[in-house]
C-alpha cells in the first residue's frame, strides 16, 4: 500500500513539474528547425519567404500566408506539412521527421507558441575557462590558427575545443571549449585581449564566440546562423565582428549587444575569407567564385568590387597603414589592392595549384602558404625572403609569431610547425593524439595436413597491380580533365569581363551618337524655317526690285542647301535632314523658274519700248 502511494506520489510530482515546464521555441522547437528546416527556411534567403530561424519570423510567416495558429495544429502548416498529412511534405526529399519531434512541435503549438520559459536568464552568465585539452582521436587537419600579437600563445583548432599552445617552449597550455561544433576560424584582437572562434556544424549552425584572454572566459556570442562560420574577424576596438560562410551573406554584429547591423548579399558563392581595416572603417571580403567586395564597416555602404582572382579568395589580410590589403588565391597568386585608387597595385604567383593562407605582419613582411606544402616570406612588392618547407603536407594556415622571426604554419596532416624565417630547423606542436592499445597479433598454427596447391594468391596479387594501374591512369585523367575545366572556367570569366567592358564602351558611343543626332536634327528644323522665310520672301516679291531679291533669295537657298549637304554626310539616315534637304532644292528650282520668267517679261518690254520709239 504504501508503495503504491509513493508511486502515485511520484507520478503527480512528475506531472506537475512538467505542467511548470512547458514546450518552447527556444528549448525545444528551435533545435528541431535547425536541424530539419533552417537549412531553406532562414533569415539570408528563406525559401517562400518563410523563416523558421527566430520566434518573430515564425510568427510573420510566409508569401502563403500564416504557417501557425496558435492552439490549432490541425490548422497549422508548420505541423500538417512536417507530419506528411498535407502536401508539399516536409522537409522535401526525405523521411518524415521522428514522431517525437512531430509530438513536441503539436504540443507547442496546443500550449499557444511559448517562445521561452519564464524563468530563463535574460542575459546567460559568461561561461568557459581553460580547460584540459581532450586526445583528438587521430592527427585531422588544422582548420584555423591564429597567434597572439601580445603574448606568445598559438591558438589552433582540435575536434570541437581550441588548443592553446605556449611559445618557445610547444608547451601546451590547456584547451577552451567550443560545444558549438568544428571551429574553422581563429582570430586575435589586434591588441591581443580577445581570441575569436568561429564555426558550427555544416548545414545546420553556425556562431562566433569572443574569448577573454585573460581569463578565457566567454565574452560574446554573436551570430546564430544556418550553417557553419567559415570567415570571421573582429575590429580593433573590439566591438564588432564580421562573419560568412556557405550562406553567401557577410554579416556584421555587435558585440556589446550581439544584434545584427549590417548584412552584404554582394558575394555570389560561400564566404571563405573576410576582415576588417585596422583602424575598422573597411571590411573586406572574398568568396569560392573570386570575387572581392569592400564595404564601408559604419554605413554599410560598398566601397569597391575588385577583380582579379579567377578562383577562390582563401584569405585577405590588412597592411598596418589601412591603405593597401593582401589577397590569396586557389589561382596561385597573391594581389596587393590600393584602398586610394581601388586598383591592383602588384601582384605575383606565389604557389603552385594555389596559395591557401596569407598573413602581413606590421613590419610589411608577408607569409603564405598553398598546395605545394611550402611557406613563403615576402616583402611588400613580392620579393621573395625565405623559402620554408616543405610541410608534411599542404599547407592550410600561416601566422607570423611575434618578432615576425618564425612563421607558425599548420597542414592538412595535421602538424603545426615553427619555421625560423632565416632558416634551419622547424619546431613541431604536439597536439594531443588518443594512444590506440596495442593489438595482440594472432599466429595461426600450420595445419600439416597436405593441400592442393592454388596460386591464388601471386593471381590476386597480379589483379590488385592491374587494378592500381588503371586507378593511376584514371586519376591522372581526372587531373588532366579538371585542369581543363579550370581554364575554361577562367577563359569564361575573362570572356565575361571582356563582354561587360564592351557593353559599357558601347553604351558610351551610343550616347555620342544620340547626342549627335539631336543636335543635327535641331540643325535641320532651323534650316527648314529659314526656307519657309525665303519661300514667302520670294512670293513677294514682284516689280522690277524684284529680280534683284530673288537673286538674292537664290543664292541665300543655294547656301542653305550646300550646309544641309554638308550636315547630311555626318548623319545619313536622318529623317528631317532628308526632308529639309528635298523642300530645299523644290525651292530651288521654283525661284530659278522665277527668275527665268522675270528675265523674259524684262526682254519682251524692253523690246516693247523700243518699237514704239
Known sequence: MVTVRLFVFLAVFHGAASAAEPVTFAKDIKPIFKQHCIGCHNADRPRGGLDLSTMAAVREGGTSGKAVVSGKPEESLLYLMPAHLEDPKMP????????????????????????????APAVAA?????????????????????????????????????????????????????????VHVLRFSHDGRILLAGGGIGG???????????????????????????????????????????????????????????????????VLSTSFSPEGLLVAAGDRFGGLYVWEAQSGKEFLTLR???????????????????????DGTIRIWDMHTGAESVH?????????????????????????????VWDGTGKRIANLGPAGDIVLRVGFAPGAKEVVAADWSGEIRVWPVAGGQSVKLDAPIEA??????????????????????????????KDLADARQAAERANEELAAARKALAAAK?????AEEAAAKARTAAGAVAALVETKTAQAQKEEERVRRLEEAIAKASGPAAGEGKQAALKATTE??????????????????????????????????????????????????????
Not at 140 to 169: N, W
Not at 494 to 498: E, K, N, S, Y
Open 494 to 498: 575573362d570572356t565575361v569581363r571582356a
Open 348 to 376: 605575383w604567383q606565389a604557389h603552385a595549384g594555389g596559395v591557401l593562407a596569407v598573413d602581413f605582419h606590421s613590419g610589411g613582411m608577408l607569409a603564405s602558404g598553398g598546395r605545394d606544402k611550402r611557406i613563403h
Open 204 to 270: 545546420q549552425s553556425g556562431k562566433v564566440v569572443g574569448f577573454d584572454t585573460e581569463s578565457w572566459r566567454r565574452a560574446f556570442e554573436v551570430g546564430d546562423e544556418a550553417d557553419v562560420v567559415l570567415a570571421a574577424d573582429i575590429t580593433a576596438d573590439r566591438s564588432k565582428v564580421v562573419l560568412g560562410g556557405p550562406g553567401r551573406v557577410v554579416k556584421v554584429f555587435s558585440t556589446g549587444d550581439g544584434k545584427q547591423l549590417h548584412a552584404f548579399r554582394k558575394p555570389t558563392d560561400w
Open 308 to 330: 582579379g582572382h579567377t578562383k577562390a579568395v582563401t584569405g585577405i589580410a590588412w597592411r598596418a597603414d589601412s591603405n593597401a590589403f593582401a589577397s590569396a588565391s586557389e
Open 126 to 182: 559568461a561561461t568557459g575557462g581553460l580547460v584540459r585539452a581532450l586526445p583528438l582521436p587521430r592527427a585531422t587537419a588544422i582548420t584555423a590558427l591564429a597567434v597572439s600579437p601580445s603574448a606568445p600563445l598559438v591558438a589552433v583548432s582540435g575536434h570541437k575545443q581550441i588548443l592553446l599552445f605556449r611559445l618557445p617552449t610547444s608547451e601546451l597550455a590547456g584547451a577552451l571549449p567550443f560545444p558549438e561544433g568544428e
Open 436 to 465: 590506440k592499445p596495442a593489438v595482440a597479433a594472432v599466429i595461426p598454427v600450420p595445419n600439416p595436413t597436405p593441400r592442393p596447391s592454388a596460386p591464388a594468391a601471386p593471381a590476386s596479387l597480379s589483379s590488385l597491380r
Open 92 to 119: 522535401p526529399g526525405k523521411p518524415k521527421i521522428p514522431q517525437r519531434q512531430l509530438d513536441l512541435i503539436r504540443a507547442w503549438i496546443t500550449g499557444g507558441l511559448v517562445e521561452k520559459s519564464g524563468n
Open 560 to 613: 542653305a542647301l550646300a550646309r544641309l549637304n554638308a550636315a547630311r554626310t555626318l548623319a545619313p539616315d536622318n529623317a528631317a535632314l532628308v526632308r529639309a534637304i528635298a523642300e530645299t532644292e523644290r525651292a530651288l528650282k521654283e525661284l530659278a523658274a522665277e527668275l527665268e520668267r522675270a528675265d523674259n517679261n524684262t526682254s519682251r518690254r524692253n523690246t516693247r519700248i523700243r518699237s514704239s520709239r
